[in-house]
């Protein structure tokens, strides 16, 4: 994180002045007041395309809509696996969303059975989302 950035971050209430900051809408021009008008209203215009912007921004506090990993709820799955030996391997894993074929390999190297000099043996066979335990 940059260090401006983290500024802002720890001073949410701030005021941005945007006066001389790059245009959002086309990106090529700068905001800037430019009459006496733009002063007196707090406004600014962009110099290539005109949008008008206030000219100070409050921060609004910063909302993520993507919690952490450690907010989500987790969603289980069951990986198995096949090793080049015809054994076969099965896992109960949590992730957020659905692990890609990267993190199945990665993790069969960290946790897997069949694991030698940091290579995974093992091949994937399926890993499918437990949605609801059945009781029999
Ligand atoms: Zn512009």
């Known amino acids: 994180m940059r260090i ?5 971050f ?3 209430s701030t005021e941005e002045d945007m006066k001389g900051k790059k245009c959002e809408t086309c990106g090529e021009g700068t ?3 430019e009459s006496y008008m733009d002063d007196l209203k707090g406004i600014l215009h962009c110099t290539n395309c005109d949008e008008k ?8 506090p910063i909302v993520s ?3 952490t990993n450690s907010q989500k709820t987790m969603k289980q799955f069951v990986l198995t ?4 030996s015809s054994d076969h391997y099965i896992y ?9 074929q990267e993190e199945l390999q990665k993790f069969l190297v960290e946790n897997g059975s ?11 066979d399926m890993c499918v989302e437990i949605k609801d335990f059945k009781t029999i």
């Open 81 to 84: 696996t096949t090793s080049e």
């Open 92 to 100: 109960f894993i949590e992730h957020p969303e659905k692990p890609t």
């Open 53 to 60: 912007i206030q000219r100070y921004k409050s921060n609004e």
């Open 4 to 8: 401006d950035k983290f500024n802002q």
């Open 65 to 67: 809509d993507t919690p």
């Open 10 to 12: 720890i001073n949410e």
């Open 114 to 124: 069949d694991v030698e000099d940091g290579y995974s043996y093992e091949n994937v």
């Open 31 to 33: 905001y800037q007041d």
